[in-house]
């Protein structure tokens, strides 16, 4: 079993910043892309921003040069700053991990409870 812990959501104003992180536990073996995805009311969950174990980090054209995504792999932990935050920015964020477990022998996704984001003033 593998459990992701989320934190950094938040209510901020236009303009503000926020930082939002991810923690990974349990029976994992290795991790290969981490991501975070956000999903606003009555839209479909899109992808924000993405780093592989090794290669090029996909961000959203939306958020290009406003967000930043890291990863510790020591932790198992991937976070997200977001600068100039706008209101479109308002979401659900998630992360999303690929782990292999221990035990299972392949590779699984796996989702974190999401963390609410605000932009307004």
């Known amino acids: 079993q593998v459990q992701l812990v989320e934190s950094g959501g938040g209510l901020v104003q236009p303009g503000g910043s926020l930082r939002l992180s991810c923690a990974a536990s349990?029976?994992?073996?290795?991790?290969?892309?981490m991501g975070w995805y956000r999903q606003a009311p009555g839209k479909q969950r899109e992808l924000v921003a993405a780093?592989?174990?090794?290669?090029?980090?996909r961000y959203a054209e939306s958020v290009k040069g406003r967000f930043s995504i890291s990863r510790v792999d020591a932790k198992n932990t991937v976070s997200l700053q977001m600068n100039s935050l706008k209101p479109e920015d308002t979401a659900v964020y998630y992360c999303?991990?690929?782990?292999?477990?221990?035990?299972?022998?392949?590779?699984?996704?796996?989702w974190g409870q999401g963390t609410q984001v605000t932009v307004s003033a």
């Open positions: 999303n991990l690929d782990v292999f477990t221990m035990g299972s022998g392949r590779w699984q996704s796996y």
């Open positions: 349990g029976s994992i073996f290795s991790v290969n892309a």
């Open positions: 780093v592989p174990s090794s290669g090029s980090i």
